[in-house]
């Protein structure tokens, strides 16, 4: 589990990305005199705060906790897929 706790590190680098593209929307808004564009800007802005934060709060708790936020989801999926495999398994077994 110890692995996991250390690749909650990785995502600072997603984290850092978004929020330079950001730094640099607002940036270009500096420069443009429509007011439609800049709501837009503005908009594109807050969405990538948005992701920087969803993505940096998965990261502290996968930090955290040791488990990935996906990784309940994952293992029911898993579950699942072995169970519709199980009575395909056993048709193969009591053909041979």
């Keep these: 589990?110890?692995?996991l706790?250390?690749?909650?590190?990785?995502?600072?680098v997603p984290t850092t990305i978004l929020l330079t593209i950001s730094f640099f929307v607002l940036f270009?808004?500096?420069?443009?005199e429509q007011q439609g564009l800049?709501?837009?800007?503005?908009v594109i802005a807050v969405l990538l705060w948005i992701a920087a934060a969803l993505i940096f709060g998965a990261g502290v708790y996968t930090m955290?906790?040791?488990?990935h936020p996906m990784m309940p989801m994952i293992q029911q999926m898993m579950r699942g897929s072995m169970m519709e495999q199980?009575?395909?398994m056993?048709?193969?077994m009591l053909n041979r």
């Design 1 to 3: 589990m110890s692995a």
């Design 5 to 12: 706790r250390f690749i909650g590190v990785f995502a600072i």
């Design 28 to 32: 270009a808004l500096r420069k443009v």
């Design 38 to 42: 800049k709501a837009f800007g503005y």
């Design 64 to 67: 955290t906790t040791g488990q």
């Design 86 to 88: 199980q009575p395909m």
């Design 90 to 92: 056993q048709r193969q």
